[in-house]
């Protein structure tokens, strides 16, 4: 298949060439220091061809190589190529491979010739008339390794030897070895591919092979360009994937501007540095395939100075040992397969947040524990679907564990907060889950309470879930809703994930649905209450839905940007995910709420007891796959086929794409739900509050010296959702009075509640200019930078030289520690 890259200044390439050759495995070792800001080391990737490639036909491979003449997927002419020294210096690691690693000073360091970019440069990196499988500097007609890599130094590039690490032949097939040892490029391909493919139950002699394999010795330097998005990588007269080496280790180190990681403070003013969700996601951090059809493990060993934490997205609950005096070494490792992009690092003085209570997690749980029914065992005895990995599907302890252990991690400072309102919900939370879809895709979690850069509420990662320190305050309501959405990517967006990333709806919008499912049952909510619950969420959702429809471009609202072209790659694997380096689309929820009424639909047709047991099964069969919307609709099992074969809707794919997935707006089928939610009991106690409070405001503007205006009306007790509710009614107010406000804060505690309830607040405080609040405003700005990028803009529309005062110094005081994202958008509001 042959497909054009149309790339615009807003698209992020993905230039690996996966249709040709696969990562199956990286082993990292790095050095994490804080003080510089940079992290180095080397990785070793372990490859494996797919079976087009490995089957040597040169006209097969002529054919995927040359009909790339007609792609966009190469980068602009490289602007250095590295060609091996003889007498080039020797790297060296702390783990006594002498070798491989960082260079030192006087190593041939090109990371001022190889790619370091700005954003703009790098948006526009990408030429139309390039052959992905020709190096023009050098005419060759070799096979071209492309990894994606953006703002790394890549020092040095070298086939590893591994068929002499002793001991290998006890992992891989002789009768396989002695036909390929004749030639000892296809000893050692052979080698990597019996590796890479050895059975699921063999994992732990297989991991042990790897960190053999990746220390071995070198057996040639290769060739290799870096440009602004990509690492390319040849050997000379190596024509065919196959032939290529399927062991390589790259001496790299990170840039302290790459945008992979987040090199900050923390809320006691220690350094750390995190992968905070960047937009173009790890290739800053380590060479590699971001494709998500690119699934592999990895282990990492990582050292860093013994007052430092290293957490890290593994099975594994790592015991630092030392290496040196005042250093630790880290380990951790995956054996589910994954996208690189999922891969996650944090590094700093993280204080373990324990219970103080002898009690374990799982005691509110005992009657939970389920007697496997006839049902479950016959789940169990089937066949997954996915590659061969130790899976806790097949595994009957794994299944019936309602609360995997768990840890949390915070500043010193922060501890005490953690342990009176995260702590608590963790269980409840891991509990609903578990009632709801059954297994847990992973055995362990850790949770870290990021520093105040970072620009979500939350991030999910394999094993490990970041917060926002905004959680933590104003009662465990935000906390626990946010804490049950990142719960829900463990099964929707880590062991099910979008084959085009494009498609985020399959992930947030499940996410945001099973959020309210969650924490109903982590509270323990009646039908009913549940319900109303449910509803006011809708109300809210709806509400903000429609005001981003009608303040964002249309074509940043379509679930699936590209159409039917979705899942489509060029014919060597690279694509484009359309509006990826889009500023603003950090902080759109489009996809979040779109998603989620459309599933709520589904549930409000087929019922929640169908519906999620529906989800249940869908879980079971496509746990560690990736789907794509046109493939989910059809999959067996189908909701869509139970809907109808139940009810009799009518409901079809082609329709749900052009109501929901591929149109701009609001889905046709809301506007005629709104009205229910708007009637809910929940919503209607919140305007009967509203109608009190313009009494309030009237009589205050009849008497500006009124003291007890406010305790002579008898206010209702509300929900943080419904103080939410009710402001939002407030600012579509033309005017409330500063004693109105006054009032308003005093009666409902505003200044304590939490950071959806202040937000809120902060929006009437700019609005009507109360200027009692402004200091409301400028700690918002500082401490809850995840939410505050609205509010620069309502501080300088205002026109009003006091607020764009604060706006200008808030900023100045942030800017530096900000997300990159954050910061381009309010700089673009203030400047």
Known sequence: ?????????????????????????????????????????????????????RKGD???????CHS????????????????????????????????????????????????????????????????????????????????????L?????????????????????????????????????????????????????????????????ACGELLFVTGTWSLEIRKAGVQLPKDFPHAIRICYKTKPEGKSLSWTTDQCDRPCVYTAGSPINNRALFPCQEPPVAMSTWQATVRADACFVVLMSGENVAEPTESEEGVLNWFYYVTMPMPASTFTIAAGCWAEVKRKTCATDVQRNDGLFPLLSKADVRLLEQTCGHL?????????????????????????????????VLLQLIPQCLSAAYDLLGTHPFSRLDILIVPPNFSSLGM?????????????????????????????????????????????????GFATHLEDAFWSAAQQLSADEAKEQQDLKALLRWQRLRDEVQNSEGDLQVLRPKKENTGKASESGASVIKHGLNAEKVFMQVHYL?????????????GEAAYFGFLKKFVRAFHGQLILSQEQLHMEPTLLQQLNSMKGYGLSVEN????????????????????????????????????????????????????????????????????????????????????????????????????????????????????????????????????????????????????????????????????????????????
């Not at 939610?677 to 313009?694: F, G, H, P, T």
């Not at 959806?756 to 405080?765: A, D, F, G, K, Q």
């Open 1 to 53: 298949m042959k497909m054009e890259l149309d790339i615009t200044k807003d698209d992020l390439p993905l230039m690996a060439n996966t249709s040709h050759i696969l990562v199956r495995h990286y082993v990292l070792d790095l050095d994490v220091d804080l003080e510089s800001h940079v992290i180095g080391g080397t990785i070793v990737l372990f490859f494996d061809t797919d079976s087009r490639c």
């Open 153 to 217: 130094s890549v020092l040095k590039v070298e086939e590893v030897d591994v068929a002499v690490v002793p001991g290998i032949e006890k992992f891989t097939s002789s009768a396989k070895l002695m036909d390929a040892s004749k030639d000892p490029t296809d000893l050692r391909n052979q080698i990597v591919h019996e590796l890479v493919t050895l059975p699921a139950d063999h994992w732990k002699e297989q991991l042990q092979c790897y960190r053999m394999c990746s220390q071995a010795p």
């Open 460 to 508: 999910a990662s394999p094993h490990i879930i970041f917060m926002s320190q905004s959680t933590l305050s104003g009662g465990n309501h935000l906390c626990g809703t946010r804490l049950c959405h990142e719960i829900a990517h463990a099964w929707f967006g880590l062991a099910i994930g979008a084959r085009d990333w494009t498609e985020e709806w399959l992930s947030e």
């Open 58 to 64: 040169s006209e097969q491979l002529e054919e995927a």
């Open 388 to 420: 061969p990995y130790p899976c806790r599907f097949q595994d009957p302890a794994a299944t019936s564990q309602v609360v995997i252990p768990h840890r949390v991690f915070a500043p010193q400072c922060l501890k005490k907060s953690c342990e009176e």
């Open 594 to 606: 779109k998603g989620y009424f459309l599933l709520r639909s589904f549930v409000g047709k087929a």
């Open 656 to 831: 749900i794409f052009q109501k929901w997935l591929d149109c701009t707006g609001i889905p046709k089928p809301l506007l005629e739900e709104s009205q229910a939610w708007q009637d809910c009991r929940l919503a209607q106690q919140v305007n009967e509050e509203v109608v009190k409070w313009i009494q309030v405001n009237q009589r205050a503007r009849k008497s500006s010296k009124r003291k007890r205006g406010c305790e002579e009306v008898g206010f209702q007790k509300l929900s943080p959702d419904q103080l939410v509710l009710l402001l939002e009614c407030l600012l579509e107010k033309k005017t409330l009075r500063s004693k109105t406000l006054e009032f308003l804060q005093k009666t409902y505690y505003l200044r304590e509640q939490d950071a959806e309830v202040r937000h809120r607040w902060c929006e009437l405080i700019i609005k009507h200019k109360y200027t009692a609040g402004y200091v409301d405003v400028e700690k918002f700005l500082k401490e809850d930078q995840a939410m505050g990028v609205y509010l620069y803009g309502e501080l300088m529309v205002n026109e009003d030289a006091k607020q764009q005062e604060i706006a200008r110094k808030s900023f100045a005081t942030t800017r530096d520690q900000m997300d990159v994202s954050s910061a381009t958008v309010v700089a673009e509001m203030l400047f």
């Open 68 to 151: 790339q003449s007609d792609e966009t997927c190469y980068i602009q002419a490289p602007e250095a190529c590295y060609v091996p020294v003889p007498n080039a210096s020797a790297c060296s690691t702390k783990s006594g491979c002498n070798d491989f690693a960082v260079c030192g000073k006087g190593e041939n360091d090109t990371s001022d010739k190889n790619g370091s970019h700005g954003n703009k440069e790098q948006a526009s990196g990408i030429s139309s008339s390039k052959n992905c499988c020709d190096i023009e500097i050098h005419g060759s007609e070799d096979f071209l390794l492309v990894l994606d890599c953006c703002d």
